[in-house]
Antibody, heavy 120, light 112 residues
Framework: VQLVESGGGLIQPGGSLRLSCAASGFSVSSNFMSWVRQAPGKGLEWVSVIYSGGVSYYTESVRGRFTLSRDNSKNSIYLQMNSLRVEDTAVYYC???????????????WGQGTLVTVSS | DIVMTQSPVSLPVTPGEPAAISCRSSRSLLHSNGKNYLDWYVQKPGQSPQLLIYLGSNRASGVPDRFSGSGSGTDFTLEISRVEAEDVGVYYCMQGLQLAVTFGGGTKVEIK
């Protein structure tokens, strides 16, 4: 199982970026997939999730600005980030989830992360 | 959102000695199926987080048996029976019950 993120970089406030997460060793459509971010020197914050059925959810601070999508043919997920803010600066990790009955579940595999810096 | 609170924030440990980290949730993580939806992760220096314990007390694949998780409802503990130098890092608890999963603030384990 391997997850490889890409697409991070330096962007001005208000700009857009698209993060990619390429998976190998399993099918992204069979598990739930999430993005988790970590601001510099801070803890972990869940950002978004897409379930096997294709439904996605977002943390309140990014709802309406970020969009999570999946391409089964490329075995990848993507995070389109618009209207970026300084407070979105973080390392963004892609993670594979194992679902619990009646709940989201845990993350059993993580990528190496990609750094997004929002600054003028 | 469910708030996760960890203590201590920093934990200096002596190799070979035991260590314990506490995690408290703002609501019960005990599901009606009898399982506690609480997981533990460790982020070693310069690395991505990795799963240690899931469903409160189940060690993830490859995790040494010196790590154990216990607790139920709102109070949980991660114990390391004998700390080794490779165990340094930041340990996080996470609730997997509510859609918007939330993490504790982290406990930094360092060698004395």
């Amino acid at each position: 199982v391997q997850l490889v993120e890409s697409g991070g970089g330096l962007i001005q406030p208000g700009g857009s970026l698209r993060l990619s997460c390429a998976a190998s060793g399993f099918s992204v459509s069979s598990n739930f997939m999430s993005w988790v971010r970590q601001a510099p020197g801070k803890g972990l914050e869940w950002v978004s999730v897409i379930y096997s059925g294709g439904v996605s959810y977002y943390t309140e601070s990014v709802r309406g600005r970020f969009t999570l999508s999946r391409d089964n043919s490329k075995n990848s997920i993507y995070l389109q980030m618009n209207s970026l803010r300084v407070e979105d600066t973080a390392v963004y990790y892609c993670a594979r989830g194992q679902k619990y009955v009646g709940g989201p579940g845990h993350f059993d595999s993580w990528g190496q992360g990609t750094l997004v810096t929002v600054s003028s | 959102d469910i708030v996760m609170t960890q203590s201590p924030v920093s934990l200096p440990v002596t190799p070979g000695e035991p260590a314990a980290i506490s995690c408290r949730s703002s609501r019960s993580l005990l599901h009606s199926n009898g399982k506690n939806y609480l997981d533990w992760y460790v982020q070693k220096p310069g690395q991505s987080p990795q799963l240690l314990i899931y469903l409160g007390s189940n060690r993830a694949s490859g995790v040494p048996d010196r790590f154990s998780g216990s607790g139920s409802g709102t109070d949980f503990t991660l114990e390391i029976s004998r700390v080794e130098a490779e165990d340094v890092g930041v340990y996080y608890c996470m609730q997997g019950l509510q859609l918007a999963v939330t993490f504790g603030g982290g406990t930094k384990v360092e060698i004395k």
